[in-house]
């Protein structure tokens, strides 16, 4: 079956700073990959998608990137604010009722 | 629109006590139903799915067990909790053939 490696585990930046979070999969036919962004006692949020015929999609501060060859994807988030600290989560499926296989989660700290 | 919902929102029972935890989705039918078990600073764990009414797959053995009663209406259920059974269980929801999967508030379960 699919599995998510995600890493950093943790990750601080400084206010105005970029993050960058990386993940890759193991199933090459997996062709959906989200991004959800949980705060702290709350469900997760999806913030941002994309599917294997796009290589990269941009919304606002947030980007995601896709390389299917290497199996990997990165979720980038720039000029970082404090209200972007939470935990983040990839995650990939083969597209219609395959559940989502998530990553373990990195935990972003935005330092003012 | 669509919305979800939980309940209850946290719950405190001791060892060995009964579990019922609820979910329903407004403003769709026939979704795909997800049950997710978050332990403290952990990731995203599958436990249970349904893809329609009466049928549920489960991804980890253990002592919960998933109900669907009704098209929106998912149930996790355990006769005798376990310490092991605290953490922030989660239910989502997608629409079948789709690929966006949201989630639900959450429920905060602590077995003492």
């Known amino acids: 079956g699919e599995n998510v490696e995600q890493h950093p585990s943790t990750l601080s930046v400084q206010e105005g700073d970029s993050a960058v979070i990386k993940c890759t999969y193991s199933d090459s036919a997996s062709n959906y990959f989200p991004w959800y962004k949980q705060e702290l006692g709350k469900g997760p949020q999806l913030i941002i998608d994309?599917?294997?015929?796009?290589g990269e999609k941009k919304d606002q501060r947030i980007a995601v990137t896709l390389n299917k060859t290497a199996k990997h994807f990165s979720l980038h988030i720039t000029e970082t604010q404090p209200e972007d600290s939470a935990v983040y989560f990839c995650a990939a499926s083969f597209s219609g009722n395959t559940p989502l296989v998530f990553g373990k989660g990195t935990r972003l700290s935005v330092i003012a | 629109s669509q919305t979800i919902h939980q309940w209850p929102a946290t719950l405190v029972q001791p060892v060995g006590s009964p579990l019922s935890l609820e979910c329903t989705v407004e403003g769709t039918s026939n979704p795909n139903l997800y049950w997710y078990r978050q332990a403290a600073g952990r990731g995203l764990q599958l436990l249970f799915y349904?893809?329609?009414?009466?049928?549920i797959s489960s991804e980890v053995p253990q002592n919960l067990s998933a109900s669907r009663p009704q098209d929106r209406q998912f149930i996790l259920s355990s006769k005798k909790l376990l310490l092991s059974d605290s953490g922030f269980y989660l239910c989502a929801w997608k629409l079948v053939g789709t690929d966006t999967q949201y989630f639900g508030p959450g429920t905060r379960l602590t077995v003492l």
């Open positions: 994309i599917r294997s015929n796009v």
């Open positions: 349904s893809v329609g009414i009466g049928q």
